[in-house]
């Protein structure tokens, strides 16, 4: 019967740090802007292994006058692990402290064990990081293999309590509860890193596809500039119309150059920032570096900028978002056409609308926008593009809208809390 009851206590007790992780998990990773150091800082998670400890506590089995079991062990080994050296020994010593208030015939048992694995956890730290983290969570199973050992040899010599299938029990559920709940851990963490990883892929996988139509663009204003200069060369005495050509030749140059430098400026990596984004500024930035793709294609670009407030958030990752949108438009119309952006304020929002007329998507293709490796151009997509813009856009608390329409045309609607003073207002 009693036996029972500790499976069943230990059972819950694992439901409830199941239930703390998962919800602590996803609140942080759905909260995180992305690129910014993933884990949680030391403070919390001391906090949380507190809490945790001190429910596993509350839950535990008393097996004998005095012996209580439960995993407050896998709280203990997260905060250790997550929270690095620094947080073990407050935990340690949090540990025994709640442990004085159930007093009892194991407390000695309890705080010779609670000090051993905080020892052994400390040492350990270092090399554990090092490994691959499915043998991590070998690890810490093996951990708690050797824990729940302890925590029966000790009551054993201590106070000659023998009984081995609880043992076998409480031994069994906490390795077993320990693989899993680490498992859950390492994959969530792994899974949102492949993602984070993804997003810095696929930007650059559009920058080496926007470098052909790149050097395209450049070699044009080369080709003039060589004509211009050769019509200098055989005609010097002309001043005016050798005034006029170089005057032309400079501008193309200017022009190409301008075109270079945003597209370098695109393709570096760029730190996390928060500041006030000028949504124009970063149209006009993105039209340029797609502008060689555009006229490779045969495409009109047509702007209509009519906000006139600014937005929160990071130009760079605004501008990858505008650029794989924009791309995205202009691969839909092969045989040419217009890609319409237009931008404008609606309740306290900033609305940035790309639209074009091409192949367009059936309702299907829609929903499945944004998935990764959701593509249908075969060797020349990722199908990472669209699920760039929806986590570039949800870290600036943007939304993204796409209303298609087969053979008609898309069209993607981004919108971002505005911020900052009307400047219309400001001048009035
Ligand atoms: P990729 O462009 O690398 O294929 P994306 O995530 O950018 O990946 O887009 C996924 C797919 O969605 C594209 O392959 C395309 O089939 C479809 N798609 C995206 N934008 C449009 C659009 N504007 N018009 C038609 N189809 C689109
Ligand atoms: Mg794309």
New binding site residues.
Partial sequence: MVHTELFNGLLINLLVILIVILLVNFYHLSNQKVFINIRLSSFLIYILSTFLIILSMLLSVELEDGLFYDLRFIPFLLGGIYGGRKVLPPLAVTMIATRFVFMGSGVASAIVLTLLSAIAVYYLLPTLSEKSWVKRVYWFTCFSFCYSLLAFLLPLLMMDYRDFSAFSIYSFTLAASTFFVFYLCEMIRTTYMLQLEAIKYEKM?VVSHLAASMSHEVRNPLTTVKGFLQLINENPSDAPTNTELSKIAVSEIDRATEVINQYLNFAKPHPEVKVEVDVTREIGRSNEIIMPLAVKKGVIVEMDILHHRSILGDPNKLQQVLI?VM???I??MDSGGVLKILSYEKAGRLVVEIA?N????TRE?VMR??EPY????GK????????TVFQLAAAMEGTVKVH?KKNK??S?ILSFPVSGEDMEKEII
């Fill in positions: 996988q794989n791309k995205n438009g691969e839909a074009d091409g192949i367009g998507m293709q926008l944004g959701f593509s249908l151009k020349n997509g990722t199908g990472l593009g669209m699920m298609s045309g898309t993607i």
